[in-house]
């Protein structure tokens, strides 16, 4: 009898032991997984900053935009737009205007993401 009741209590604490460790980690012996550091972004090729210039311009971005000193005066300056947004705030705001700026009157952009990824790749080059 003596040595079922000490049995009992060892199960009870080797059970109370791993749910803890299974809950804290406590007791894991194994070491944990290395996770690799990102890599940073790779930078836009030149031939994907040529096609987004291609489609701002086939888009009539420049319509209301000036860049480089020629365009329109409704819409934001976007000569040095890269210095202030990345890549990626910018295609955001080329897809849904009006997520940012609720009075924008930019329409939302057709294109597939590709090439919104590609224009805004060309306009993030404008710093």
Do not use: W
């Not at 997984?33 to 210039?53: D, L």
């Not at 000036?66 to 990626?88: C, E, H, M, N, R």
């Amino acid at each position: 009898m003596e040595n079922r009741r000490c049995s009992d209590l060892v199960v009870t604490v080797l059970a109370a032991a791993v749910s803890l460790s299974a809950t804290t980690g406590a007791l894991c012996t194994t070491a944990k997984k290395k996770v690799a550091p990102k890599k940073p972004a790779a930078s836009s090729s030149a031939s994907e900053i040529a096609k987004g210039k291609q489609f701002v311009q086939a888009d009539g971005c420049m319509g209301c935009h000036t860049i480089g000193g020629k365009g329109g005066k409704s819409g934001p300056d976007l000569s040095k737009v890269g210095a202030k947004d990345k890549a990626s705030e910018i295609a955001a705001k080329i897809k849904s205007p009006k997520v940012h700026n609720p009075n924008s009157i930019m329409p939302a952009s057709r294109r597939p993401d590709k090439e919104i990824a590609a224009m805004a790749a060309y306009l993030a080059s404008l710093k």
